[in-house]
């Protein structure tokens, strides 16, 4: 089985700061998802890593892919009240297989932005 | 636009019900899956359905069953409710065309089992 560790598992923090979550597993994935959930929501798609070592960025979110895609880092530059959210890391397995796309999630990290 | 509906948002049932939580998608997906989400576990993978009729065991299958007559949904049925499933149970659907499609998710019904 397939596991993610997320760290943290909350982060308050005040408006205008910068942080990181990080997603690390021993495991080799295909591609890392990012989701962020809402409450009262279900988790929403912010972005996929596929490629060792890829960064995308989402406005003021940057995402990294591990180079041996086995870990996965979301920052947050200059934090605003609308990022408050949880964010959940996704791991796709190694295409092959009968995994029928199913994902493995970490803990998820609840950030709480302060205005 | 992708659309994932769950029949209740909020359901209270008492221990020993049979409860039935629905799951309709709009996408002409074949996976649907059901999770259930606690504070500090994630998504845990309840059962998954890679087709009509065909269904797999996720990571905690026990005490719950599931039913995919028809392509657009897919029902989690508790069989005998107990206070540990008190929880939010979250349905997702996905394209299975491509390794790395992401699963879209309903708004979750929150279940309380007293």
């Known amino acids: 089985t397939q596991l993610l560790e997320q760290s943290p598992q909350f982060l308050s923090i005040q408006e205008g700061e910068n942080l990181t979550v990080y997603c690390n597993s021993s495991?080799?994935?295909?591609?890392l998802q990012w989701y962020r959930q809402e409450p009262g929501e279900g988790p929403v798609l912010l972005v996929t890593?596929?490629?060792?070592?890829e960064v995308k960025k989402l406005k003021r979110l940057t995402f990294q892919f591990g180079d041996a895609r086995k870990d996965s880092s979301l920052h947050i530059t200059a934090a605003q009240p609308g990022d408050t959210g949880l964010y959940l890391c996704?791991?796709?397995?190694?295409?092959?297989?009968?995994?029928?796309?199913?994902?493995?999630f970490g803990q998820g990290t609840i950030l709480t932005v302060h205005p | 636009d992708v659309k994932v509906t769950q029949s209740s948002r909020y359901l209270v049932k008492r221990t020993g019900e049979k409860v039935f939580l629905e799951c309709v998608q709009d996408?002409?997906?074949?996976?649907m899956f059901w999770y259930r989400q606690d504070p500090g576990l994630g998504l845990r993978l309840i059962y998954f359905?890679?087709?009509?009729?065909?269904?797999e065991k996720g990571d905690i299958p026990e005490g719950y069953s599931v039913s995919r007559e028809k392509k657009e949904r897919f029902s989690l049925i508790l069989e005998s409710a107990s206070t540990n499933q008190t929880s939010m149970y979250l349905c997702?659907?996905?394209?299975?065309?491509?390794?790395?499609?992401?699963?879209?998710f309903g708004d979750g019904t929150r279940l309380s089992i007293l």
């Open positions: 890593v596929v490629t060792g070592g």
């Open positions: 997702a659907s996905r394209t299975p065309s491509v390794g790395n499609q992401p699963q879209h």
């Open positions: 996408m002409d997906h074949e996976n």
């Open positions: 996704a791991g796709v397995p190694r295409a092959g297989g009968t995994s029928y796309g199913k994902l493995t």
């Open positions: 495991s080799v994935f295909s591609s």
């Open positions: 359905s890679y087709d009509v009729k065909m269904k």
